[in-house]
């Protein structure tokens, strides 16, 4: 007889041991936002890419620096034998935008906005969150000649799983679009 409280609901993937597989390297390379009404049927297309950049309803960053820290564990309540169940995770980004005074109109106005996705990009893979994120952007000017003004942006989102890898489409991260 199964027990009444299941453990898990899905079976597990197989698990990979491809010694050959490319490594995937850091940094958050590029960054942006995708409105959350907009919907991919192939994240790995240019065209797609382009058509959302043009329409206004994707915002690529293509030259930034940062990371994405490990997902903090959201803890629940346990059941029978079990002390916590596992309910997602809380995840945070820190992302530099080094075009400080040309995009101070763009980070006041994303102050407070609740519909965007945010995505990044890594050496080769772009990830995309599955739900809108907090996006808090903010500057600090340093005690320092040679310190650059940036734009600093927190991300926060909190999700179930982790952001899927995609492969990363051509030419999308090469250059500043702007929507038409």
């Known amino acids: 007889m199964a027990g009444y409280y299941p453990s ?3 079976e597990p993937f197989s698990h990979s041991c491809d010694p050959c597989e490319p490594r995937e390297y850091g940094r958050v390379r590029s960054a942006g936002f995708i409105h959350k009404d907009f919907t991919f ?3 790995t297309s240019t065209t797609e890419w382009q058509a959302g950049i043009q329409s ?7 030259e930034t620096n940062g990371d994405i820290a490990k997902g903090a564990a959201k803890m629940g309540a346990g059941y029978g034998e079990t002390t916590q169940t596992l ?7 820190k992302v530099n935008d080094p075009n400080f005074a040309s995009n101070f109109h763009f980070y006041n106005s994303m102050i407070g906005k609740r519909d965007y996705l945010f995505f990044y990009r890594t050496s080769s893979k772009v990830f995309i969150t599955d739900v809108p994120v907090t996006i808090i952007p903010n500057t600090e000017v340093k005690n320092d000649l040679n310190a650059e003004l940036v734009w600093e942006l927190d991300i926060k989102w909190i ?3 982790f952001p899927t890898p995609h492969e990363m489409p051509m030419q999308i991260f090469d250059t500043c679009f702007t929507a038409a």
Request: hydrophobic content about 35%.
């Open 87 to 93: 309910l997602g995770y809380d995840f945070s980004a």
């Open 56 to 62: 206004g309803a994707i915002i690529v960053i293509p």
């Open 159 to 161: 999700h179930s799983s």
């Open 41 to 43: 049927t192939d994240p």
């Open 8 to 10: 898990g609901c899905d």
